[in-house]
């Protein structure tokens, strides 16, 4: 059998071969093209000594001569004379600011480059360079081209891209063998008359310029093969265009049309067209008469419907058609054998068509960000060939039998949701009271068979780090709030936090809001508050989507300023950051627009004391919910056979969790192969029978499927009531000695545990967090009978990253284990390492911070200070600090809570050096900024953004320093920059190292 691994790497390696493939493609077209041009000609290739030129001997026999990257600025005059055979001339990369006048002299020339040079005009003398038959003088500063441009008779290749041309002169129409011409990212108001006259020409650009419409005649370019006009403004197509018989290529993305003319079809030579970015609500039925298409981009558009025929476009290779609306795939796709490129991510698309494995040449396939559930998410992640085998397995499948749902219950402690639960199973009125996190199975509707796997939360902020991990999509969510002791103030801290917490943690979950203590409110009182909840979560809601909206356009603003404005100046927002960062970040945004939390309405309100109002609707309501087929697409599912069997046979095992092997194993069994695996532990993480973090790194390698004992071990450690904890060390029989020091017991080297011990250790425990292993086994008697499994647990808490061993334990030999939530102390504990002096003068400071206007994930300082463990060394904790050391370099972790209600809460990483050692700095918080975006990995709904702090800023003690993109940590340094300008203060510089990384950090996952 082949490993996950032989797997990943062969897909790996073929991606590599592909890739390959590619690239020497393209380095052939290349070698080819310029072989043509310049076979036999004799080739010198020279570089400038501090800027002179230094020429050798027989240089009157060169035809080829590249002078590229010289930083040249003139070229001496006699070279003309001397080069005599001169044929092809290459000055990119200069500094020129005009043509030198050597070079006009040259009128053999058939080649010139003079492309990224500083030319703001193009000589007049230019019409004497008449044998010119390729000319490029792209990423210059020409205002306008010179009417004896005209002259050059034999021009066939022209580029003039990337310059500030607001025309072309009349003379232009003279350049009757003009084949190719480039005159994008111009400042070119309409299009150009000019050009209709050139009728050889078979390439033409004019990407990125002003104007919005295309001339009705158009259709005069009759030898047009390839033809680009992305981001313009168009918003309709001439007629005139879909006679350009001729036509192979067409670029029109990043317009606004809406449709396209129907005479579209006519353009039977097309094989690719690119429409992505545009404004298509409807599939152009135009184009599925063009069968010749190779390539088809339709990205970025409003489409909500692919239409059948699809299925004729046979000879399609690419077919794109992510970020849009589409919930449905014609059937007729999977005819489409020839496709190696299919993106579909970013829609509505639930269920795929039958018979997917048809379309085994696919390579790349991207489907994320679609509510797939039929094959299931997991599986149509996994690819193509995944997707065949769940299909066929399917087809032998049997219906699920026991439909069942994943339902918790979350709020404040004292909300009421464990009483709640119990009236709504009809168990019996017991005690409720804190008892941490509960998991129950309750069969709502026997007829049905429909179970509810009811995870009852705990509200208390002590479970804060451990109550994430219970919130997974899929999942029926009510949110319990106390109706007698909610006040419209609180809002927040009853309704609101929770509903921002439940949307950053699962995107787009479905939510009932259930008011309890309705008997104890007055009706006029009880109407008040339903009303004032409603209202407050809209407003709520439609706070956060009014600010997501505002950074998106932000972002789009940024994007289309493009990045050489963005460059330009440190004021400008989003200095610096590459295009590709910002369409990640507006990505993410949009994605976090469409999938706001489902809150159902109305707001019920309940009493389950004995009156027991409005639970039999409340009842109904879940059931109603459960059933609906859009929303819980999963009860309907269809399962294979397999995947039941897996659940019993896991159910059978006693551990406490399984490697990821042990797993395999009894997939084995259950006859899934280890591939298949993944999907069917998802789905049983969803649907509440245990936890799999697929995608954790520090978690997926393991499967918790012992919920109930994991979650008594969870409830006795998370609890932080002294008493308790007392009662629990003192075990049940010594319950009446706790009072007095008496001798308890012995510990396992035999020193004696008093009473007095217990409570010092009880006490570290609740200041700082901090316990050794013999007193946790006491605490956890009797769950931990002998010490491996005392160690099993240990090691259970400390991958999940709730706890680790501490290096430097207070008596130096028992294992001591810090539970970083529990710190409350401000201070570090006495005989910690003592924290770094504060930085010495010539130290400079990096301080990257990350701020989270809506919501700081609870538990994630917990998490992370166990997370960077294993990095740094001396540290010493409080409560909302870290200072440790990364070998000898000192880093600080700072906790920042919101100040003023106003500003975000934020999380600092923050080290020292001197400037000449500054890499040592990025060298300690590099490992620290990867573990903490892993972490926020596992909150998709989050909102945060990352900034790097300016260190002059810092330095001067400025209360409000300046901060720079944290996008910038995953870019390379810019060419030739050294130092960038501090915008607070205009006048101060600072080190470029002082901003990026030496290397660009791995990008982060959002
Ligand atoms: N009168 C009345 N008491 C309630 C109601 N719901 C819960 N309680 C009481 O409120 C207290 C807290 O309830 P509990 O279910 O433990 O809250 P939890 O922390 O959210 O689980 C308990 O004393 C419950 O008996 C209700 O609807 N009416
Ligand atoms: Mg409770």
Not at 497 to 508: D, E, G, S
Request: net charge neutral.
């Amino acid at each position: 059998m082949r490993t996950l691994d032989e797997n990943r790497e062969e897909e790996e390696e073929q991606r590599r071969r592909s890739e390959r493939l590619k690239a020497a493609r393209l380095w052939r077209d290349a070698a080819l093209r310029s072989r043509k041009l310049r076979g036999g000609l004799r080739q010198l290739t020279l570089c400038s000594k501090n800027e002179q030129l230094v020429l050798p001997e027989d240089i009157s026999e060169v035809e080829a001569l590249n002078l590229g990257n010289n930083s040249l600025q003139e070229l001496p005059e006699e070279l003309a004379a001397s080069l005599g055979k001169l044929r092809v001339l290459e000055l990119r990369r200069n500094r020129f600011t005009a043509a030198p006048r050597a070079l006009l002299q040259l009128d053999q020339l058939l080649e010139l480059d003079m492309s990224h040079n500083c030319l703001r005009t193009l000589a007049e003398g230019v019409g004497r360079l008449t044998a010119l038959r390729k000319l490029c003088v792209s990423h210059n500063r020409i205002q306008a081209l010179p009417p004896q441009i005209g002259s050059l008779q034999n021009l066939e290749e022209l580029d003039v891209s990337f310059n500030l041309l607001l025309g072309l002169p009349r003379t232009f129409c003279g350049l009757g063998r003009l084949r190719a011409l480039d005159a994008d990212h111009n400042k070119l108001n309409h299009f150009p008359p000019e050009i209709l006259a050139l009728g050889q020409l078979e390439e033409l650009d004019l990407s990125g310029n002003r104007f919005g419409a295309l001339p009705a005649n158009i259709c005069r370019l009759s030898s047009i093969k390839v033809l680009w006009l992305s981001s313009l403004q168009v918003s309709a197509l001439p007629d005139g265009l879909c006679r350009l018989q001729q036509l192979e290529s067409l670029m029109l993305d990043g317009n606004r049309l809406s449709a396209l003319p129907p005479s579209f079809g006519l353009l039977q030579r097309l094989k690719m067209v690119n429409l992505s970015s545009n404004r298509l609500q409807d599939f152009p039925p135009a184009l599925l008469s063009i069968t010749g298409l190779e390539e088809l981009y339709l990205s970025r558009n409003a489409l909500s419907h692919v239409p059948e025929e699809l299925g004729r476009l046979r000879k399609l290779v690419n077919l794109w058609l992510d970020h849009n609306r589409i919930r449905r795939l014609p059937d007729s796709m999977v005819e489409l054998q020839n496709l190696e490129e299919l993106v579909l991510q970013g829609n509505q698309i639930a269920v795929l068509p039958d018979h997917f494995g048809k379309l085994s040449k696919v390579n790349i396939w991207k489907v994320k960000d679609n509510p797939l559930i039929q094959p299931p998410y997991e599986v149509c992640m996994k690819g193509i060939p995944h997707i065949a085998l769940y299909q066929q397995e399917l087809a032998q499948a049997q219906p699920a039998v026991k439909p069942r749902l994943k339902l918790v219950l979350m709020g404040r402690k004292d909300a009421g949701k464990t009483r709640l639960r119990r009236s709504l199973m009809g168990t019996g009125e017991e005690e409720t009271g804190s008892r941490g996190v509960e998991l129950v199975h309750w069969e709502a509707d026997a007829h049905r068979q429909l179970t509810f796997m009811v995870f009852d939360l705990s509200g208390d902020p002590s479970f804060d780090p451990v109550q994430p991990f219970f919130l997974s999509p899929g999942a029926l969510y009510i949110l319990v709030v106390n109706l007698k002791s909610y006040q419209p103030k609180t809002f927040h801290d009853h309704v609101g936090r929770f509903l921002r917490l439940l949307c950053a943690k699962v995107p787009h979950a479905v939510v009932f809001v259930v008011g309890t203590h309705a008997d104890l409110c007055g009706e006029a009182e009880l109407e008040e508050k339903m009303l004032d909840i409603h209202l407050q979560i809209g407003l709520q809601e439609a706070a956060d989507v009014q600010d997501l909206r505002r950074r998106a356009e932000e972002v789009e603003l940024a994007l289309e300023q493009g990045f050489s404005v963005r460059s330009s100046s440190p004021h400008v927002l989003f200095y610096g950051v590459s295009d590709r960062n910002l369409r990640r970040r507006w990505a993410q945004l949009d994605f976090l627009l469409k999938r706001r939390l489902q809150v159902l309405s109305p707001v019920l309100s309940v009493s389950c004391s004995r009156s027991q109002r409005n639970m039999g609707r409340l009842r109904e309501k879940l059931l109603a919910v459960a059933e609906h087929r859009h929303i819980f697409p999963n009860l309907q599912r269809v399962l294979p056979r397999s995947w039941q069997l897996l659940e019993e046979l896991l159910l059978q095992s006693s551990e406490l969790w399984l490697s990821w092997w042990s797993s395999a194993r009894l997939g084995l069994q259950a006859g899934l192969t280890e591939d298949r695996l993944h999907a069917a532990l998802s789905y049983l993480h969803e649907s509440g029978k245990l936890l799999y973090f697929e995608d954790s790194p520090a978690l997926k390698e393991h499967v918790f499927h012992n919920l109930p004992r994991l979650l008594s071990i969870l409830n006795v450690l998370f609890q932080r009531e002294r008493a308790a904890l007392l009662d629990r060390l003192l075990g049940e029989g010594e319950r009446g000695d706790k009072g007095r020091a008496s001798l308890l017991m012995e510990d396992e080297k035999g020193a004696v545990l008093t009473v007095t011990h217990l409570q010092q250790h009880l006490e570290a425990f609740l200041q700082h967090g901090l316990l050794p292993a013999h007193v946790l086994r006491l605490l956890l008697r009797p769950l931990v009978q002998t010490q491996p499994d005392l160690q099993l647990i240990m090691e259970l808490l400390q991958k999940m990253g709730l706890c680790y061993r501490v290096s430097q334990p207070p008596d130096g030999a028992a294992a001591w284990f810090r539970f970083p939530s529990f710190v409350r102390s401000e201070e570090p504990q006495e005989g910690s390492p003592a924290p770094p002096a504060s930085p010495l003068f010539s130290m400079e400071q990096l301080h990257v911070q990350y701020s989270f206007p809506a919501l700081f994930p609870p538990g994630l300082l917990a998490r992370f200070s166990v997370q960077i463990d294993g990095h740094v060394v001396q540290r010493a904790d409080s409560r909302s600090q870290i200072f440790a050391y990364r070998g000898k370099v000192p880093v600080v972790v700072s906790h920042q809570p919101a100040r003023a209600g106003q500003e975000a809460e934020t999380l600092s990483i923050i080290s020292h050096a001197s400037l000449p050692n500054i890499w040592t700095a990025w060298q300690a918080v590099t490992p620290l900024l990867e573990e903490l975006d892993a972490l926020l990995h596992e909150w998709p709904g989050l909102m945060y953004s990352v900034h790097i702090l300016c260190s002059k800023c810092l330095r001067r003690g400025a209360a409000s320093p300046h901060v720079f993109p944290g996008e910038l940590l995953t870019q390379p340094r810019p060419d030739g920059l050294t130092e960038i300008v501090c915008p607070k203060n205009g006048s101060e510089r600072v080190d470029v190292a002082l901003v990026y990384p030496p290397t660009p950090t791995a990008s982060s996952p959002k």
